[in-house]
């Protein structure tokens, strides 16, 4: 037996492929790094299952290098930060934090998990909201109530692109969607409306004839297609159980400063700097260039968000 380092093992790897023999190596698997015995509903705790990402983190990982190689009040940060699992944890393990991804669904989600509300203020938004939704969806999309001067009614314009048929072709869907999103878009407090837009993103999947559990942008022309603010609904009191969690599990302290605790920003990882210029650990999970196109996974909410006119 010999210890070798990981280059050497890389090495003699590539030459065994080549038929070339290379001795025993002195390298063991070191169990507490192993995460296999958590399910989804460990890794969807709290916040982290607002909503689908691609290569998610395991939150227990990040947390385990967080703590294990900073200390608290120390400053994370994770350059392509995708859904915020780092950001989050980093949170949750009393350091602050910055984050960056150079897609705005990206920072959309982080900035949505992040924040927790009091759980009664948020029941009492999501009722108010809910109920106007439903008030207008059934006078303008189904005209099940008589159109009445609803104060509570606004205006909805449908996002101007062709691939809004394409992926939903059925009219009232479309409609259905762009008042959800138009009561989101007028509420006043900003956090409020970032965790309902998360919610709406959430569900452009699964409302458009994307096929089932395909990650490749693939029409399903026969998809039976659910009612958007049944989907809507359920996704967003799940979340709002999410929040519940969250809200007692985050230190208060850090809770009142998160402005100060995390920095969250739309931006390209080969120009962020901190303002210190420095910070004390980068935990972070690279693009894999071939293995997602984050801009065709991404192109719902892409469409709904008018965050780019072509998906190319
Ligand atoms: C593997 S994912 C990170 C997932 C993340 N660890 C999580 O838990 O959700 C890689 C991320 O890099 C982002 N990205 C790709 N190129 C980038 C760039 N030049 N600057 C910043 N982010 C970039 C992608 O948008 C994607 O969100």
């Not at 983190?57 to 994370?76: D, H, W």
């Not at 101007?160 to 059925?170: A, D, F, G, Q």
């Not at 931006?267 to 901190?274: K, T, V």
Request: hydrophobic share 40%.
């Amino acid at each position: 037996m010999e210890n070798l380092t990981l280059n050497d093992v890389l090495k003699q790897s590539a030459r065994h492929k080549q038929g070339i023999e290379f001795p025993l190596v002195n390298l063991l698997a070191n169990l507490a790094w192993t995460f296999g015995d958590l399910t989804s509903r460990h890794t969807s705790y709290v916040s982290h299952g607002y909503h689908r990402y691609p290569a998610k983190f395991i939150p227990q990982l990040t947390r385990k290098v967080i703590e294990q190689y900073s200390e608290e009040g120390a400053l994370i940060c994770d350059p392509f930060m995708g859904s915020g699992t780092t950001v989050l944890e980093a949170l949750l393990a009393k350091r602050k934090v910055i984050g960056t991804d150079i897609n705005p669904v990206a920072v959309l989600i982080t900035q949505a998990k992040l924040r927790p509300f009091p759980p009664k203020y948020l029941q009492e938004q999501t009722s108010a909201l809910l109920r106007d939704m439903k008030n207008q969806i059934a006078e303008e999309v189904h005209q099940q109530l008589p159109l009445t001067l609803n104060s509570a009614r606004v205006d909805y314009l449908l996002p101007e692109n062709e691939r809004l048929v394409y992926w939903y072709p059925i009219k009232e869907i479309r409609q259905e969607l762009a008042i959800i999103l138009a009561h989101i878009n007028k509420l006043a407090d900003i956090h409020l409306k970032r965790y309902f837009q998360c919610a709406f993103s959430h569900i452009l999947k699964n409302t458009s004839i994307w096929l089932n559990k395909s990650t490749k942008p693939t029409r399903d022309l026969k998809k039976s297609v659910p009612a958007p603010l049944k989907s809507f609904t359920r996704h967003v009191r799940k979340m709002n159980n999410r929040n519940r969690k969250l809200y007692f599990l985050m230190d208060p302290l850090i809770h009142e400063r998160l402005d100060e605790y995390a920095r969250v920003a739309n931006g390209d990882a080969r120009r962020q700097q901190s303002a210190e210029n420095m910070v004390d650990l980068v935990v972070t999970s690279p693009p894999y260039v071939t293995s997602y196109e984050y801009a065709d996974l991404h192109q719902l909410t892409a469409l709904w968000f008018s965050y780019t006119e072509s998906v190319s």
